[in-house]
């Protein structure tokens, strides 16, 4: 039952809480506001500025029209259903209050049995994301196992509470009864979700349920009465608040959305445009304050108004700023006011006024000087921390090694100052640009997300071990700089896309069968290089085809270690953290929160799927039993329809064994248990033997005299094999039997 509940991750459907936006969001809108329009409405006690209107017929913007509905005497302000409730629009600062949904699983004492309900929100149509910055995802519970399945990522978090349940208020410790995450970048989509082993049919009578939620965490305080009553899903109709950055155009840049100025929502004198998460967003300039999508709506702020601003003087408000003037008879030296003298005081005075300023300048001096020296100081601090030294000491004593320490300039000159423009992928972990350094070389350079304490020390280690990996299939480190707060990574750079780009995004593109056994033998075999060549092994941790780049002549190499460098090394008795990608995430690593090998042969059975079908391994448009992929084959090899998932363009009769063969290989890598999935290394031999029977044609002669030839299986490895006939079939799934 656990394992079903497990297989449908990512799948289940509880309720959606946005309805579809009525027409598809483009930046191409004009932004005035038709005569009978409110610029700022009101609904309730909450102020509505514009963009945002309560008046369907006044919407400019696709998802900013808000139902602002009084019924039996209250008055909510709501996108799409009335639980989808507003609860503060900021214009300053590009963010709204929404109410979220909890999700939480009890124990049912009438049934002796969990009983669940499961939160999802979908906001993919509008112009909002869920904030990193103000969000967290917030596990309750004495014995909970919670994730938080966005799109394309899933983070987890264990809470326990260690026999006693905990005795202090306050913050989420994470040592006891909660535990909080970071919410990833750009979220539009999550569904809170628990993992049924862990849960609370032993301790119902003190901890009766269990609970996961995004939310702002400013508005989280811990109680311990959230974990022995209800209060924490009941004192707002099981929803917390969340805050979502909002954008003008969602998916727009600040460039993009300059080009066409009838469009560019920037209308007022004195604002500017600036690039959030979810688009483009407009703000007043330094010193003025107000609504920049209006014309005139920056006005200037009043600095004057704020109480003795000016300590001695008079307080005179410009554009923009303010100064200081003293009164009459008066003159600022420094920053008080102080009585002219008469005249024959006058040469002392000025030799007062230029000490002060040689003063000055020689105060700004040091001043720029010391900055300068914190500035170095900071960059060997960081050096260190990412294991700097580690790295100088380990490349000193193994000379030659071809593994560049950059400086954060040339990284800077060789990506633009990491312009959005020369983005070529986004990970979980951070974002990769395109760089061309000094020497016209080409590289991909990656910007990690921010890390906590211990993984930077484990950073430095981990790179050494990759800068030595020197395989034809892995991309190579060729670098990286480490005197930044966060790490960056210098990889050459591979220029034509990933394996999930060719198989899925030009569909008119024939893919020969030996073309994608070449492929998936590559990448299993790169793989296999990872599993052996350290100790202990280097896990991938996150393979999928969007992981698998190919260079000119379609040659295999994977890439994208985020997962494996940074995952958590230790079991961390209390929390820890699980993150893969929908439709290749192991289940057994989501249960037992153990990565292993065998985890990255499941995502590996998944790849050859997709190499397979030409299907995606995660359809979210998809119907409910159609999402997942691996779901969707496992079903077909059950029933014996093996053929109605395949290509077409590879299927034909010629084939077909062969197909069997990698489809049988597939179901193998995909075993619920990891101890049954086959070692990287044998699928890596397996298909390299599945290769060499597919380059050589033979005709159908005499089984038995095949079977006599091959009677020992090191032959079937030599690829000798170019007379004869063949039933391959039991040959090399025996083959690969005896290599277990
Ligand atoms: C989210 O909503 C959009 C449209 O509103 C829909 O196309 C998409 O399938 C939904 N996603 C999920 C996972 O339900
Ligand atoms: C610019 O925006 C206006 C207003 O929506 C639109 O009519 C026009 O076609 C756009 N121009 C270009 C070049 O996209
Ligand atoms: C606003 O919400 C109310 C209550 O759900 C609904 O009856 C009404 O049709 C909505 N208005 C619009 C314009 O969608
Ligand atoms: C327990 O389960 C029963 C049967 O499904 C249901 O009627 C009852 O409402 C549940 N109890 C609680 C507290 O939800
Ligand atoms: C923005 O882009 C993302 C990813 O490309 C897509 O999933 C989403 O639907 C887009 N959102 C809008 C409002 O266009
Ligand atoms: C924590 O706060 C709740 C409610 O505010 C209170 O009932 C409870 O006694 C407090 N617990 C402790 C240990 O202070
Ligand atoms: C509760 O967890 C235990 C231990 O993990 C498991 O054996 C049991 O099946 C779970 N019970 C339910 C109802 O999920
Ligand atoms: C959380 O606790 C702190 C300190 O006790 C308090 O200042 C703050 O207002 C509380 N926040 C909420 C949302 O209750
Ligand atoms: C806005 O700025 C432009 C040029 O900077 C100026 O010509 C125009 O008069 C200004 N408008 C207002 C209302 O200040």
């Not at 108004?305 to 003159?331: D, E, K, M, W, Y």
């Not at 001096?365 to 030294?389: D, N, P, S, T, V």
């Amino acid at each position: 039952m656990e394992l079903s509940r497990l297989l449908l991750l990512c799948l289940v459907t509880v309720w959606v809480l946005a309805p579809p936006a009525a027409a598809p969001t483009t930046a191409d809108v004009p932004v005035s506001l038709s005569p009978g329009c409110a610029r700022n409405a009101r609904c309730g006690g909450i102020d509505v500025p514009y963009p945002f209107v309560i008046d369907e017929q006044c919407e400019i913007r696709p998802g900013f029209y808000l139902n602002c509905t009084t019924e039996g005497g209250t008055t909510t302000l709501f996108r799409g259903h009335p639980n989808f409730e507003v609860t503060k629009i900021s214009v300053q600062d590009n963010k709204v209050w929404f109410k979220t949904y909890i999700s939480r699983q009890c124990y049912n004492e009438s049934t002796k049995d969990m009983m669940y309900n499961d939160a999802m929100l979908n906001i993919t149509n509008l112009p909002y994301v869920l904030s990193a910055d103000d969000n967290k995802i917030i596990v309750l519970g004495c014995n909970s196992l919670a994730y938080m399945l966005s799109n394309t990522y899933a983070v987890g978090c264990l809470s326990t509470c260690k026999d006693t349940i905990p005795k202090v208020n306050g913050s989420c410790s994470g040592k006891a009864g909660c535990c909080q995450m970071d919410l990833p970048r750009g979220v539009r989509y999550y569904h809170g979700y628990f993992n049924p082993l862990y849960n609370t049919t032993q301790i119902w009578r003190t901890n009766p349920c269990n609970y996961v939620t995004v939310m702002e965490s400013a508005a989280f305080n811990f109680s311990t009465t959230y974990l022995t009553s209800s209060v924490f899903y009941d004192r707002d109709q099981r929803r917390t608040p969340v805050v979502m950055e909002w954008s003008i155009a969602p998916n727009t840049t600040c460039e993009e959305a300059k080009i066409n100025q009838t469009s560019y929502a920037c209308v007022s004198n004195n604002s500017y445009c600036s690039t959030n998460d979810a688009g483009y967003v407009c703000k007043c300039s330094d010193g003025y304050q107000g609504n920049p999508y209006i014309i005139d709506g920056c006005t200037d702020i009043n600095e004057c108004i704020v109480p003795n601003r000016c300590p001695a003087g008079n307080c005179i408000n410009t554009l923009g700023s303010f100064t200081c003037l003293c009164p009459r008879g008066q003159s600022m030296i420094g920053d008080v006011c102080m009585k002219n003298q008469k005249s024959t005081w006058m040469a002392p005075v000025v030799g007062a006024s230029i000490g002060v300023v040689v003063l000055v300048v020689a105060v700004t001096c040091a001043y720029l000087i010391l900055e300068r020296r914190k500035l170095q100081h900071i960059k060997q601090k960081y050096f260190r921390q990412h294991g700097g030294l580690l790295l100088f000491q380990e490349m000193k004593s193994q000379q030659g090694l071809p593994f560049e320490i950059f400086s954060e300039e040339a990284l800077q000159q060789a990506t633009d100052g990491f312009a959005e423009q020369q983005v070529i992928g986004h990970g979980g972990h951070g974002k990769v640009y395109k760089g061309v350094m000094k020497d016209d070389m080409e590289v991909a350079v990656k910007r990690c997300m921010t890390i906590d304490e211990q993984q930077k020390k484990e950073f430095g280690k981990e790179m050494i071990i990759l800068s030595q990996i020197n395989h034809r299939n892995i991309v190579k480190l060729l670098g990286c700089c480490l005197e930044v707060e966060v790490p960056i990574l210098v990889y050459e750079f591979i220029p034509n896309g990933t394996l999930f780009h060719l198989i899925h995004d030009n569909r008119s593109r024939h893919i020969s069968l030996d073309t994608r056994l070449r492929i998936a033998y590559e990448s299993a075999d790169a793989l296999a290089y990872l599993h052996s060549c350290a100790s202990p092994p280097i896990l991938h941790g996150d393979v999928k085809s969007t992981n698998i780049l190919l260079n000119g002549d379609l040659t295999a190499k994977i890439c994208d270690f985020g997962a494996s460098i940074l995952a958590p090394s230790d079991e961390s008795q209390f929390v820890t953290l699980v993150q893969g990608t929908c439709g290749y995430l192991d289940p057994e690593y989501m249960q037992t929160w153990q990565l292993t090998d065998k985890s990255d042969v499941y995502s590996f059975g998944v790849v050859l799927l997709e190499l397979l079908t030409r299907k995606k391994a995660f359809n979210l448009q998809g119907p409910e039993h159609e999402k997942s992929l691996s779901m969707v084959f496992l079903c077909a090899m059950k029933e014996n329809k093996l053929e109605d998932i395949l290509d077409d363009e590879i299927k034909n009769s010629e084939n077909l064994e062969i197909l069997e063969e990698i489809a049988e290989l597939a179901r193998q890598c995909l075993e619920m248990c990891g101890a049954n999935r086959p070692s990287m290394k044998e699928v890596a031999d397996k298909l390299d033997r599945l290769r060499k029977v597919l380059q050589n044609p033979w005709a159908h002669k005499d089984p038995e005299e095949w079977d006599n030839l091959l009677g020992e299986s090191s032959l079937v490895n030599s690829g000798a094999l170019s007379t004869g006939n063949f039933s391959i079939t039991k040959r090399v799934a025996m083959g690969l039997e005896s290599g277990r």
